[in-house]
């Protein structure tokens, strides 16, 4: 039988074989649609090429016998990784072998990379064929041949070989590179998706953590305490000791319906359920440098103000110094008195303590 060169689109992969007896002498062959229309031949001077060239010659060219020439252009790169053809389960898959063993449809839907080539009558990696170079393997010496210079046939340790093929680095190579081909003329980036998932999820953790703040600022406002005898484990479990007003007021919240803080309280990881002791004192002590800034700014804006200083001693008896500032609020119209800080006091004289006053003032910014 005469060989006859063919020159065939790489979308060959994904397209029904031309019926011989319809251009036996054709020069140049190029299949671009799923049906059996005519279609205009392409001149190897008009073929859009990729730098993927597949021909007999070239060390990684693809036997078959017929001698054809696989080139690649950019739109059929892109198409073949976006949409592959894949066969009707209806079609019939010739036999190559005396065991009668034929390509099976479960195997594309195992094996995301693997496409079957009418034209070639075997498998490819669709990844391997865009992207691999022409050796692979243990430092990059070893000649690639099935699924990627040429196509599989060996039906009968289809499944093994292709298990051992997904495993290569230079499979998994290519599978990114081709990741990449398709994403990339997307209206976000990689970069930008990745960074819009981290904002949902810092957006997400805010709105938690506003739940938990808005019980602890409630509590304090009200003036009750808020952990009780035991206050530990999953706080949507209901105890019958009594395990404080912070935890029973999540609890509540839940109930009125904060769907974000109830799957958080369920599913959320548990080093981060932003409910222990020292997550409330900090944010505590968060809200109370807030509140003073606040203050300080409304003094500073005053005309003037006065200073109402008291010593008194704790329960570990340390000498304790409460701050008080007296002043004209001009947002309010009126006149407010608003406590500062407690601060200790070592010199109990007159001296002592008015120094004492002027460093505090001067410490919080106060003029």
Request: proline letters at 3%; a positive charge; glycine letters at 6%.
């Amino acid at each position: 039988m005469k060989r006859v060169q063919k020159q065939l689109s790489i979308s060959a992969f994904t397209q029904i074989k031309r019926n011989k007896i319809d251009n036996p002498t054709s020069e140049n062959v190029s299949i671009d649609q799923a049906n059996l229309s005519e279609q205009p031949s392409i001149s190897k001077n008009d073929t859009d090429n990729h730098n993927i060239v597949l021909t007999p010659d070239s060390n990684n060219s693809m036997t078959n016998n017929s001698n054809k020439t696989l080139t690649a252009g950019e739109n059929d790169i892109e198409e073949l990784l976006k949409t592959p053809w894949v066969p009707h389960s209806t079609y019939i898959y010739p036999v190559k072998t005396k065991r009668n063993l034929r390509f099976q449809l479960s195997w594309i839907k195992r094996f995301s990379w693997l496409s079957y080539s009418q034209i070639f009558e075997g498998a490819f990696c669709r990844p391997c064929v865009l992207f691999a170079r022409e050796k692979g393997g243990k430092g990059g010496h070893q000649q690639l041949g099935a699924l990627v210079s040429k196509e599989y046939t060996n039906w009968k340790n289809a499944l093994q070989d292709f298990q051992l093929h997904a495993s290569t680095s230079y499979h998994k190579l290519c599978v990114e590179k081709s990741f990449l081909k398709v994403n990339e003329g997307r209206s976000k980036n990689i970069t930008e998706q990745l960074s819009i998932e981290r904002s949902r999820q810092i957006e997400q953790n805010r709105n938690i953590l506003l739940s938990v703040i808005k019980t602890i600022i409630l509590c304090s406002k009200q003036e009750i305490a808020l952990r009780g005898s035991n206050d530990f484990g999953n706080v949507m479990n209901i105890n019958t000791f009594n395990d404080g007003n912070f935890r029973a007021l999540l609890r509540f919240r839940v109930d009125s319906g904060d769907t974000i803080l109830e799957e958080h309280l369920k599913n959320g990881p548990k080093n981060s359920l932003y409910t222990s002791p020292g997550i409330q004192n900090e944010i505590i002590s968060i809200c109370g440098d807030i509140v003073k800034s606040k203050i300080i700014q409304r003094v500073n804006a005053a005309e003037c103000f006065s200073v109402l200083a008291d010593e008194t001693t704790d329960i570990g008896r340390i000498e304790q110094m409460s701050v008080c500032l007296r002043y004209y609020d001009q947002g309010d119209k009126k006149i407010r008195e608003d406590f500062l800080e407690f601060t200790p006091a070592v010199d109990l004289t007159g001296k002592g303590l008015a120094t004492l006053i002027m460093s505090s003032l001067q410490n919080n910014g106060i003029n």
